[in-house]
């Protein structure tokens, strides 16, 4: 036996072995160039090997490892295997942050302190989710930050983007923590008054791709009221009792009722309980493979979207799968759509001299 034969061998042994006995890690890999700037991916590890990572196009989480009841690791976002798949047309905001104003706003305008906005109006005539280029389609820069388990991602908005006024300097944490939470702490502050409303646009499947879609996972949400909307997605103004469609205080499967609800879930739900403070608002679970996730936020709403529009024509996706109707859900925490033009619904203007704030954790558990 010659032992140089079997050296490469022992060595990428002892790199994987060794890899996982650190604490926190934070690797990093080339994904691609955006505007003549390097894309680059960042993973963060936990001690229980769960990874998160990252890239600079839209802040966006590409991956999501997450432990099953067996303790193996499952991928439980969607996503796709190369940046061209993050770029194309019709990219449902896989996994980005999403600003200035996430969801929807009337006729894409409002009018602040007497003042008329025009909005880019990229969704029938309305503003969704920040216009033609939302923050889910910018480079933000990333930093490690020491102790390896926060990435920090900073973005300038300047006056005028999308038509909003005011400069907007933003920083998002991303932590992953050695409890398999992934905790995103929103800051922001303007140079004059605009609306703000910043969300996470990831997508779960916590089977990991051994069922097509999340019609079987269980979806409890904390929450009797929500905000009825036209046929254009837009609230009509009133907060209602949740319909027996709408009604998840007490967990059931997605699929079970969303035959009543024409086009699939796609709704705000009015969490219970908003003061501010961060509390546990929804758990979402997957029998089969033993995962939960829960959803703590410090926000008034969560746009609870069941991946209504996907259809399966997205290409450059992860292993080449399909991501058919209902592939992945999505469990948006923010303020309520149109806040702007609706005076009777929480805030979301920011002025000079303030700080927004917006804290929300997805908690992954063993639910057996
Ligand atoms: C919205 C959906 C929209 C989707 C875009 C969700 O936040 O509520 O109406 O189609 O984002 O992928």
């Avoid at 650190?22 to 769960?50: C, H, W």
């Avoid at 796709?80 to 009337?106: C, E, H, T, V, W």
Wanted: aromatic share 10%.
């Amino acid at each position: 036996m010659k032992p140089m034969k079997y050296l490469p061998v022992f060595l990428l042994l002892t790199a994987c072995t060794q890899a996982p006995k650190k604490d926190r890690l934070i690797m990093t890999k080339p994904f691609g160039n955006f505007e003549s700037q390097a894309v680059t991916e960042y993973t963060l590890i936990n001690q229980q090997g769960m990874e998160l990572s990252v890239i600079n196009y839209g802040g966006a989480v590409t991956r999501l490892l997450v432990p099953d009841k067996n303790g193996e690791q499952g991928d439980v976002v969607a996503g796709f295997d190369s940046l061209a798949g993050y770029l194309q047309k019709g990219n449902p905001y896989f996994g980005a942050l999403i600003g200035r104003y996430g969801n929807r706003i009337d006729k894409a305008g409002f009018t602040l302190d007497d003042h008329p906005y025009q909005l880019d109006a990229n969704d029938h005539g309305n503003s969704l989710h920040g216009g033609n280029k939302g923050y889910d389609k910018v480079y933000w820069q990333i930093t490690k930050l020491p102790g390896d388990s926060s990435l920090k991602l900073t973005y300038k908005s300047k006056d005028g983007e999308g038509g909003y006024p005011g400069n907007l300097d933003i920083e998002v944490m991303y932590t992953l923590g050695s409890d398999n939470s992934w905790r995103i702490d929103y800051k922001a502050t303007t140079d004059k008054p605009t609306p703000v409303n910043l969300t996470q646009h990831a997508y779960f499947n916590l089977s990991a791709g051994s069922e097509p879609t999340i019609l079987n996972h269980n979806l409890q949400i904390d929450a009797e009221k929500y905000t009825p909307v036209d046929s254009l997605l837009i609230p009509i103004g009133r907060v209602d009792g949740v319909t027996a469609a709408l009604d998840f205080r007490n967990a059931k499967p997605v699929g079970r009722d969303i035959a009543q609800v024409a086009g699939g879930y796609d709704h705000n739900w009015v969490l219970n309980k908003h003061d501010a403070s961060l509390r546990k608002v929804a758990i979402l679970s997957h029998a089969a493979s033993g995962r939960g996730m829960e959803v703590w936020t410090t926000e008034p709403g969560l746009q609870f979207y069941s991946g209504n529009f996907l259809d399966g024509t997205l290409s450059h996706t992860k292993n080449g799968k399909p991501y058919i109707q209902h592939a992945a859900l999505c469990l948006e925490a923010q303020h309520f759509p149109d806040s702007p033009n609706q005076p009777s619904f929480p805030g979301t203007i920011l002025r000079p001299g303030q700080v927004y704030t917006q804290t929300t954790i997805y908690k992954f558990i063993n639910i057996q």
